[in-house]
């Protein structure tokens, strides 16, 4: 399994429709790669912005090109998602998984 890691600043007025851009429209399209294994959003707020953590979890580095495109550590960031963002990386982090446990997790915990 591999974590493609990326993130992004916002302020707290826009935090709440950044979420909402990523519950209704990037979940559902990352659902449609095959290979897509799920995801998780970390948000930590400071002193005059919030950062966001996006994680998405692959079954290979094949879809996560299918993904991403050939330049697979491209950040893929809809205009939409970039209206509400101070700033973002560019670039992505990948990491093979090497422990990972989610017992008993209710959805959007």
């Avoid at 659902?31 to 948000?43: D, E, L, W």
């Avoid at 953590?53 to 993904?67: D, H, N, P």
């Avoid at 205009?79 to 963002?85: S, V």
Wanted: charged content about 20%; some cysteine; aromatic content about 10%.
């Amino acid at each position: 399994m591999i974590a493609r890691r990326w993130s992004a600043r916002t302020t707290p007025a826009l935090v709440g429709q950044y979420l909402d851009h990523f519950c209704k429209l990037v979940q559902p399209v990352l659902r449609t790669f095959k290979g897509y294994a799920g995801s998780t959003v970390m948000t930590r707020e400071g002193s005059e912005n919030v950062e966001i953590v996006v994680t998405t979890l692959w079954r290979s580095m094949q879809a996560i090109e299918a993904f991403a495109g050939p330049d697979r550590e491209a950040a893929v960031v809809a205009p939409e998602a970039a209206a509400l963002l101070t700033s973002f990386d560019k670039r992505v982090a990948h990491y093979d998984l090497a422990l990972f446990e989610f017992p008993n997790t209710p959805h959007n915990a």
